[in-house]
């Protein structure tokens, strides 16, 4: 009965603590991202989950990894290779480009479009958070969740009927 209450307690941690490094750290101000591109591999590989910190446009430099809204939607994090003044000399636009790319992106970031700075990545996650986003994976999710309850349920059910038998026989014996 212990083991099985190990076992349990120990599936409840890990999806508390999945679930906390996908959701959790909005809490503190960081949003997540999966890296889908080869583009910064060395310093956030592809399938990891990156987490990003808002921040200042201004107080930026040449050097300094950002994530960005691109004119398509999507989102990239290149690093900043150039600062370059806009047309009337009042704005700052960024010049980026990916850590493994030969050449700069095509358009230039505006100080709207960032988002932030990644703070720190988790390699692998990303993967685990693109897959339980959309069908099948999300299916499975909901399954893996409800059969964890199921679990979780009967485990307590046991241990505990198991603990009323024991206290039965225990109390037979002092009579």
């Excluded at 050097?63 to 900043?80: E, L």
């Excluded at 704005?91 to 700069?104: H, M, P, Q």
């Excluded at 979780?152 to 109390?171: D, G, Y």
Aim: contains cysteine; hydrophobic residues 40%; charged residues 20%.
């Amino acid at each position: 009965m212990k083991a099985l209450k190990i076992v349990s307690n120990t599936l409840v941690t890990i999806v508390a603590v999945l679930a906390f490094l996908l959701y959790g750290f909005n809490i503190f101000g960081l949003k997540p991202y999966c890296v889908l591109s080869g583009s910064m591999e060395s310093v956030y590989p592809t399938g990891s989950m990156i987490y990003v910190d808002k921040v200042n446009p201004e107080g930026l430099k040449t050097g300094d990894a950002i994530t960005f809204r691109m004119p398509n939607g999507g989102v990239a994090t290149h690093r900043i290779i150039e600062l370059v003044p806009d047309e009337t000399n009042t704005k700052v636009l960024f010049r980026t480009k990916g850590d493994e790319n030969n050449i700069a992106d095509g358009t230039l970031v505006t100080f709207e479009s960032v988002i932030g700075k990644p703070v720190f990545c988790i390699p692998l996650l990303g993967f685990l958070a693109t897959y339980i986003s959309y069908p099948p994976g999300k299916y499975v999710a909901l399954a893996v969740s409800g059969i964890l309850i199921l679990f979780e349920l009967v485990t307590s059910i046991i241990v505990s009927s198991s603990k009323n038998q024991t206290r039965k026989r225990l109390s037979y014996e002092k009579e």
